[in-house]
């Protein structure tokens, strides 16, 4: 090969190179872009750099994580009677201490009791697990059933975790509502002494088994209560979605 040729294909070789690492340049910034935009900071007030959801993207999100809590807490509950209870002969107090608070029973009662009251209940509700669910996941982590009691934990903190995220983010739609005029300033600002303390049904620091079984059956009742009425909520603010 002359030199004339070698000249020309080095050139185009570096041509070819050139082309790849300007391709390979372009993909990486259109990557950090892409990723700047799916990452960023959901808020509900439009700070900068946030990216503000629609108050239908808010319900969505708490519903998908309402349903989330009830399953997990259904399962925990099932696979914990299974375990210690598989003849089903309970006999737990069954009394919850979230029993004073007026919930509607169905779908038609939670639609005819206003938005701004179905908003206090979920808020109610939510506020009113915070420390027995915490208790809970304490108790079973120290549990002696050492086969059960690390996948129970586990499980108990996740709803724990899941219960905290659900407050954050009712919270979030709570004040949209308020910022659209259609809930008063009024609602999710229940004292926490107008709630029954959950130290009345058991001795904190000191659970048993039974207790973490009615604690569970609860949750699990409450959590479906939750999810069912934030629904409603959802549909009753919302009318045009058609749900």
Not at 115 to 120: A, D
């Amino acid at each position: 090969m002359g030199k004339s040729s070698s000249h020309h294909f080095v050139l185009h070789c570096k041509k070819g190179t050139m082309k790849k690492v300007l391709f390979a340049a372009l993909c990486l910034v259109y990557l950090e872009l892409s990723m700047r935009v799916v990452s960023a900071p959901i808020c509900s007030y439009g700070q900068a750099g946030c990216h503000v959801p629609s108050l239908a993207d808010l319900f969505e999100r708490v519903i998908q994580q309402s349903s989330r809590m009830h399953s997990v807490s259904s399962d925990l509950h099932s696979e914990f009677e299974q375990y210690f209870f598989p003849s089903k002969n309970i006999m737990g107090k069954r009394k919850c201490h979230t029993y004073d608070i007026l919930t509607p029973q169905d779908k038609e009662n939670a639609q005819r009791l206003g938005r701004e009251q179905l908003t206090e209940v979920i808020v109610t509700l939510l506020r009113a697990w915070g420390e027995p669910l915490s208790e809970l996941h304490q108790s079973m982590s120290q549990d002696q059933h050492q086969d059960f009691n690390i996948y129970s934990s586990n499980k108990a903190l996740e709803i724990s975790d899941i219960v905290h995220e659900l407050k954050d983010g009712v919270k979030i739609i709570t004040d949209k509502m308020r910022l659209m005029g259609v809930l008063s300033n009024t609602v999710g600002y229940n004292s926490p002494e107008s709630l029954v303390p959950s130290s009345a049904f058991y001795t904190q620091g000191d659970l048993d088994s039974m207790d973490h079984h009615d604690l569970l059956y609860c949750f699990r009742r409450d959590s479906n209560k939750v999810k069912n009425y934030l629904r409603v909520l959802k549909c009753t603010t919302l009318p045009e979605l058609g749900c």
